[in-house]
């Protein structure tokens, strides 16, 4: 489900934050600034993602790229597939995860099947990718376990 302050989320990948954050929250302070100050960052992110979190629901079965979706792309290049889930990294199994601010969700997010579109990498290269296929999350693992 798109929201305008929302993340997208599973339901998993909400209980492992709130893991890592009781985690945080109980372990001893550290001894150095430096490791305090990204402690305490990663506290206050935590916190930002779970308060904007949209847990549980899909987005609608439209076909369209939006978080909570799991698309599979093809690389224009070289004609290769992939299948990821779009959404909060976390780990999934054999499902790879894409955050939609990530440079290939920005630039999927929006899009139908058979739609192009591109992104740079890192190394400025710009990489094309066509939409084949966007199934919100519940119902690629219900195909998953049939």
Do not use: C
């Not at 009781?22 to 001893?28: G, I, N």
Request: no cysteine.
């Amino acid at each position: 489900m798109t929201e305008p302050n929302g993340v997208w989320m599973t339901q998993d990948a909400r209980d492992r934050l709130e893991a890592e954050l009781a985690e945080l929250r109980t372990a001893p302070e550290p001894d150095e600034y430096d490791e305090r100050q990204a402690r305490q960052a990663r506290v206050h992110q935590i916190h930002e993602l779970l308060a904007s979190a949209v847990v549980g629901e899909d987005p609608p079965d439209d076909g369209v790229a939006e978080p909570g979706m799991v698309l599979t792309v093809r690389y224009d290049d070289g004609g290769d597939t992939e299948t990821f889930l779009l959404g909060v990294r976390d780990d999934h199994g054999d499902l790879e995860v894409y955050s939609s601010e990530s440079p290939l969700g920005r630039a999927i997010v929006g899009a139908k099947p058979g739609e192009q579109r591109s992104y740079q990498v890192p190394s400025g290269a710009t990489v094309a990718v066509t939409l084949v296929d966007a199934v919100p999350y519940g119902v690629h693992q219900t195909r998953d376990s049939a």
